[in-house]
């Protein structure tokens, strides 16, 4: 199942959500810039935690941010920047739900003079800077990790994140230019579950049927989905002939990682991230040079470098 959204700091950045659709500008102090920040999706872990890293960045650097959650649809995040035009924001930072779909939220945004931050993800059209992590890396990263557990020989399954997502794309990308280096590690089947734990766990189950003992390893997207895959492998006591391996390094795969459950994790920074996309924001904000791309790096995490990612 996916996880609830969360509070504490989410809940702020909700709150504010509610006005969102104001069409006028917003009350300011002196000196006070105004963000916007548009989330992928405030119900997936990893961007929960990068929507509460840019709240408390702007709490910290005096921002006031105006807080929307998109909830996955391209085209509501393409009416929350028309929302911001229309606030008069100095700032737009946005974390596509889409490569393609989400690039008309930046265009118009800066038809309109306002400078764009993406964060975490991409979008066709090019914002003013990008704060995130080179996600061909993070899918380098986890299928090295396979290669070298399966000595580069076996059959693989891949789950897919939200197909046409920058983060799926480029992980995938990353993951074939692995694979293409191994002639004995064969991609078996991939398929898409959206991002999502209970459909990742779904295809693992269908796979178990149609592959079983025919594959050694799954690699998914995101830890959501890792957990999912995990979750059916256990259930049909066949994970101790399996390799499972996720991204982001979200709590419940670091805990399984210490448990011995899941293999590894790809450490995503959200802290990182959200910092920066702010810290981008304020420098746009003040006409002051402020760097095309700022890459945070992706890190494999297993149990023998676990200790310093738990909290």
């Known amino acids: ?8 700091l989410g809940t ?18 002196p000196g006070e810039w105004l963000v916007g920040y548009s989330s992928r999706d405030q119900s997936a872990e990893y961007t929960a935690r990068l929507g509460d890293a840019v709240q408390a960045r702007a ?56 400078p764009v931050v993406n964060v975490n993800s991409l979008t066709k059209a090019a914002p003013d800077c990008y704060v995130g992590s080179d996600d061909e890396q993070a899918g380098i990263l986890a299928m090295e990790a396979i290669a070298k557990k399966l000595g580069g020989q076996g059959n693989v399954l891949m789950i ?16 074939r230019k692995v694979l293409a280096k191994h002639p004995g590690l064969k991609l078996l089947d991939h398929q898409t579950a959206s991002w999502d734990r209970a459909k990742a766990m779904a295809i693992t189950e269908n796979w178990i049927q ?6 050694s390893a799954v690699f998914a997207h995101n830890d959501e989905m890792a957990m999912g895959a995990l979750l059916a492998l256990e259930r ?7 390799y ?68």
Request: glycine residues 6%; proline residues 5%.
């Open 1 to 8: 199942m996916r996880p609830t959204p969360r509070i504490a």
């Open 12 to 29: 702020l950045g909700l709150l504010v959500a509610l006005v969102s659709g104001c069409k006028k500008a917003e009350p300011r102090k």
């Open 59 to 114: 709490k910290e650097r005096g921002v006031k941010l105006v807080f929307v959650d998109a909830q996955a649809d391209a085209q509501k995040q393409i009416s929350q920047s028309e929302n911001f035009i229309a606030q008069k924001v100095d700032v737009i930072i946005l974390n596509p739900c889409e490569v393609e779909a989400s690039s008309p939220a930046v265009e118009r945004a800066r038809a309109a003079k306002i």
């Open 160 to 175: 897919h994140g939200i197909m046409g997502q920058s983060a799926q794309l480029h992980r995938d990308a990353g993951a």
């Open 210 to 215: 149609a592959h079983k003992g025919k594959f």
């Open 236 to 242: 049909a006591q066949l994970k101790k002939d399996v």
């Open 244 to 311: 499972v391996i996720g991204i982001d390094a979200i709590a419940q795969a670091l805990s399984a990682v210490k448990e011995g459950r899941l293999d590894a994790t790809v450490f995503q920074d959200a802290v990182g991230q959200g910092k920066g996309s702010v810290d981008a924001a304020i420098l746009l904000a003040k006409k002051q040079p402020c760097p095309k791309e700022t890459m945070i790096p992706f890190q494999l995490i297993t149990r023998e470098n676990l200790s310093p990612f738990l909290k």
